[in-house]
């Protein structure tokens, strides 16, 4: 299993996307932005940070990046694509996710942990999770509340594409407390809280080291 | 020759704009009565090399659907494309 962290100008959770993916026992390795080379990437993860400074748009400089033609390719052969935080950001503005992430309701930056209720297995991510479970994982955003039109909704609703909400406090106004989405091939999911900075019981909570742990959802399917 | 574009882009109406809420507030505690909403959004000026009006016009209109406006969240408006000398 090779997972891919790419890392943009600006990226700052890239280290810990690395480390959790190799935890799981993959083979973890890095590719910037300007390459256009996966190097047989199986998953590829876009990690939170604040890429070009969050200039314009979180994310909307960044999804023009090189590596955006290879991680277009990579998600519609079907391959797991995993967006964090900023890297849910650029994949709704690459439109390979459905809406948008635009400014928390409250305005203020939130880092705190949240708890999430996990709404599908049905995603490589999730498949190690059972529906319904709860987990707690820290979210660390100042535009983290999705967004987007009543019928994209129900869609996402209706298709079983929503793979994470928050419970017991919504930290950003999302709409339907909308903490993560996938799409309709489900192999594309993107999530506001940040599962690899809950990885670990030293970190607090490693009630995320399993969206990594796909070599052994692989093996188990 | 050289033109100035001006962009104006702005959160959809149906969607919460908290910064315009936070600005109307601020507005009502510093006693200027009789703001009812404000919005907040952006003004981009673009200078431009084009052979014509029209042909800088519509190099920016594709910016804005491509890049400057997300169309999910933001309209935009081409307010003005102007000759520089």
Redesign the interface.
């Known amino acids: 299993m090779r997972i891919a962290v790419v890392r943009f100008p600006g990226s700052n959770c890239d280290q810990d996307a690395l480390a959790a993916a190799a935890a799981s026992g993959a083979d973890a390795y890095y590719v910037w932005h300007r390459s256009t080379d996966l190097a047989g990437a199986d998953v590829v993860v876009l990690p939170g940070g604040f890429s070009y400074g969050d200039y314009l748009r979180p994310g909307a400089i960044a999804r023009f990046s090189p590596v955006m033609r290879s991680v277009a390719a990579h998600a519609a052969a079907g391959r797991p694509l995993l967006g964090i935080c900023n890297g849910f950001q650029v994949l709704c503005e690459a439109q390979l996710l459905p809406g948008a992430l635009v400014r928390n309701g409250g305005l203020s930056f939130v880092c705190r942990p949240v708890r999430l209720r996990v709404e599908t297995d049905a995603t490589p991510f999730t498949a190690r999770y059972r529906v319904g479970q709860e987990l707690t994982m820290p979210v660390a955003h100042g535009d983290g509340r999705y967004v987007a039109d009543a019928a994209t909704l129900d869609a996402l609703e209706r298709e079983d594409r929503i793979v994470f909400r928050y419970v017991g406090g919504n930290p950003n106004g999302a709409m339907r407390d909308i903490a993560g989405i996938t799409n309709e091939g489900r192999n594309v999911v993107g999530l506001m809280p940040h599962p690899e900075r809950a990885s670990e019981a030293l970190l607090g909570s490693s009630d995320g080291a399993a969206v990594f742990a796909l070599a052994a959802a692989a093996a188990v399917a | 020759m050289k033109f100035r574009a001006r962009v104006r882009v702005m959160?959809r109406a149906s969607?919460?704009d908290?910064?315009g809420q936070?600005v109307a507030h601020a507005l009502g505690e510093l006693g200027f009565a009789g703001v009812t909403a404000v919005r907040v959004g952006r003004t981009l000026e673009l200078e431009l090399e084009a052979a014509s009006a029209e042909a800088a016009r519509a190099g920016a209109l594709r910016m804005c659907e491509r890049?400057?406006a997300?169309p999910?969240?933001e309209d935009f408006a081409l307010d003005a494309v102007e000759a520089q000398p």
């Open positions: 959160p969607i919460l908290p910064q936070a890049l400057l997300n999910v969240t």
